[in-house]
């Protein structure tokens, strides 16, 4: 069965620090790979996306991902966090249908 | 590009009436979702369609809910008699079938409260 797990349901930053998400999944193939952004009251957007080739991503607004197949992982990461950052981060796998993990609330502190 | 455009962006309703939420796609994607998110569940997909056809309804949860997408730019989702745990946000997204590797783009969302 598909499933994507965020352990992280909260974590608070301090403005200029780094920040690290965590995602796993379990899935039949190597699915792609997705993280999404949404602020309060908003719809979701696109942050990045893995589909092969180079592991480590980039995306909008800083933020980047890697993927690592041996640990069915594909973290977060932004170097130096902003307050505009706080908001709820989603990863999301698979191909036609996408299975979301169930977030993680980013809050930060100045 | 405008993006997807969702109305209304609010709806309150009282229980046992007809809802019905629309959606514009981006001009130019083939595939359109339905999502439904709620603290409890968190995003569930409802249904999606692949040029115009419902491709996967199994996300439905009941024969209240129905949506239809007559054309390549309009999509509905109806709830007909509604219910107070239909109360969520509902968010439709498109994506393009070929390129861009089925990446999603997401709509602002209805937020529907069922009193």
Redesign the interface.
């Known amino acids: 069965a598909q499933s994507v797990t965020q352990p992280d349901i909260h974590i608070t930053v301090s403005e200029g620090a780094s920040l690290e998400l965590r995602c796993n999944y379990s899935y039949g193939a190597t699915p792609?790979l997705?993280w999404?952004v949404q602020s309060p009251g908003?719809?979701?957007?696109?942050l990045l996306?893995y589909?092969s080739g180079d592991t480590l991503v980039q995306g909008i607004k800083g933020f980047e991902a890697e993927f690592k197949r041996s640990q069915s992982s594909f973290n977060l990461r932004k170097p130096s966090v902003h307050w505009s950052d706080a908001a709820e981060y989603?990863c999301a796998v698979g191909?036609?249908?996408?299975s979301?993990?169930?977030?993680t609330t980013v809050t930060v502190r100045a | 590009d405008a993006g997807v455009i969702q109305s209304p962006r609010h709806e309150v309703t009282e229980m046992g009436q007809e809802v019905t939420l629309r959606c514009k796609p981006i001009s130019g994607h083939n595939s359109l979702f339905w999502y439904r998110q709620t603290m409890m569940r968190g995003l569930e997909l409802l249904i999606y369609f692949n040029n115009n056809v419902p491709i996967d309804d199994s996300g439905m949860p009941e024969d209240r809910f129905s949506a239809k997408m007559p054309n390549a730019s309009f999509s509905t989702l109806k709830i007909q008699p509604s219910e107070p745990r239909d109360s969520a946000v509902y968010f439709c997204a498109s994506s393009p079938l070929a390129g861009d590797k089925n990446t999603q783009y997401f709509g602002p969302g209805t937020r529907l409260t069922v009193l």
């Not at chain 1, 908003?42 to 696109?46: I, K």
């Not at chain 1, 191909?95 to 996408?98: A, P, S, T, V």
């Not at chain 1, 979301?100 to 977030?103: I, K, S, T, V, Y």
């Open positions: 792609y997705f999404y908003q719809g979701l957007q696109l996306k589909f989603f191909f036609y249908k996408l979301f993990g169930a977030g």
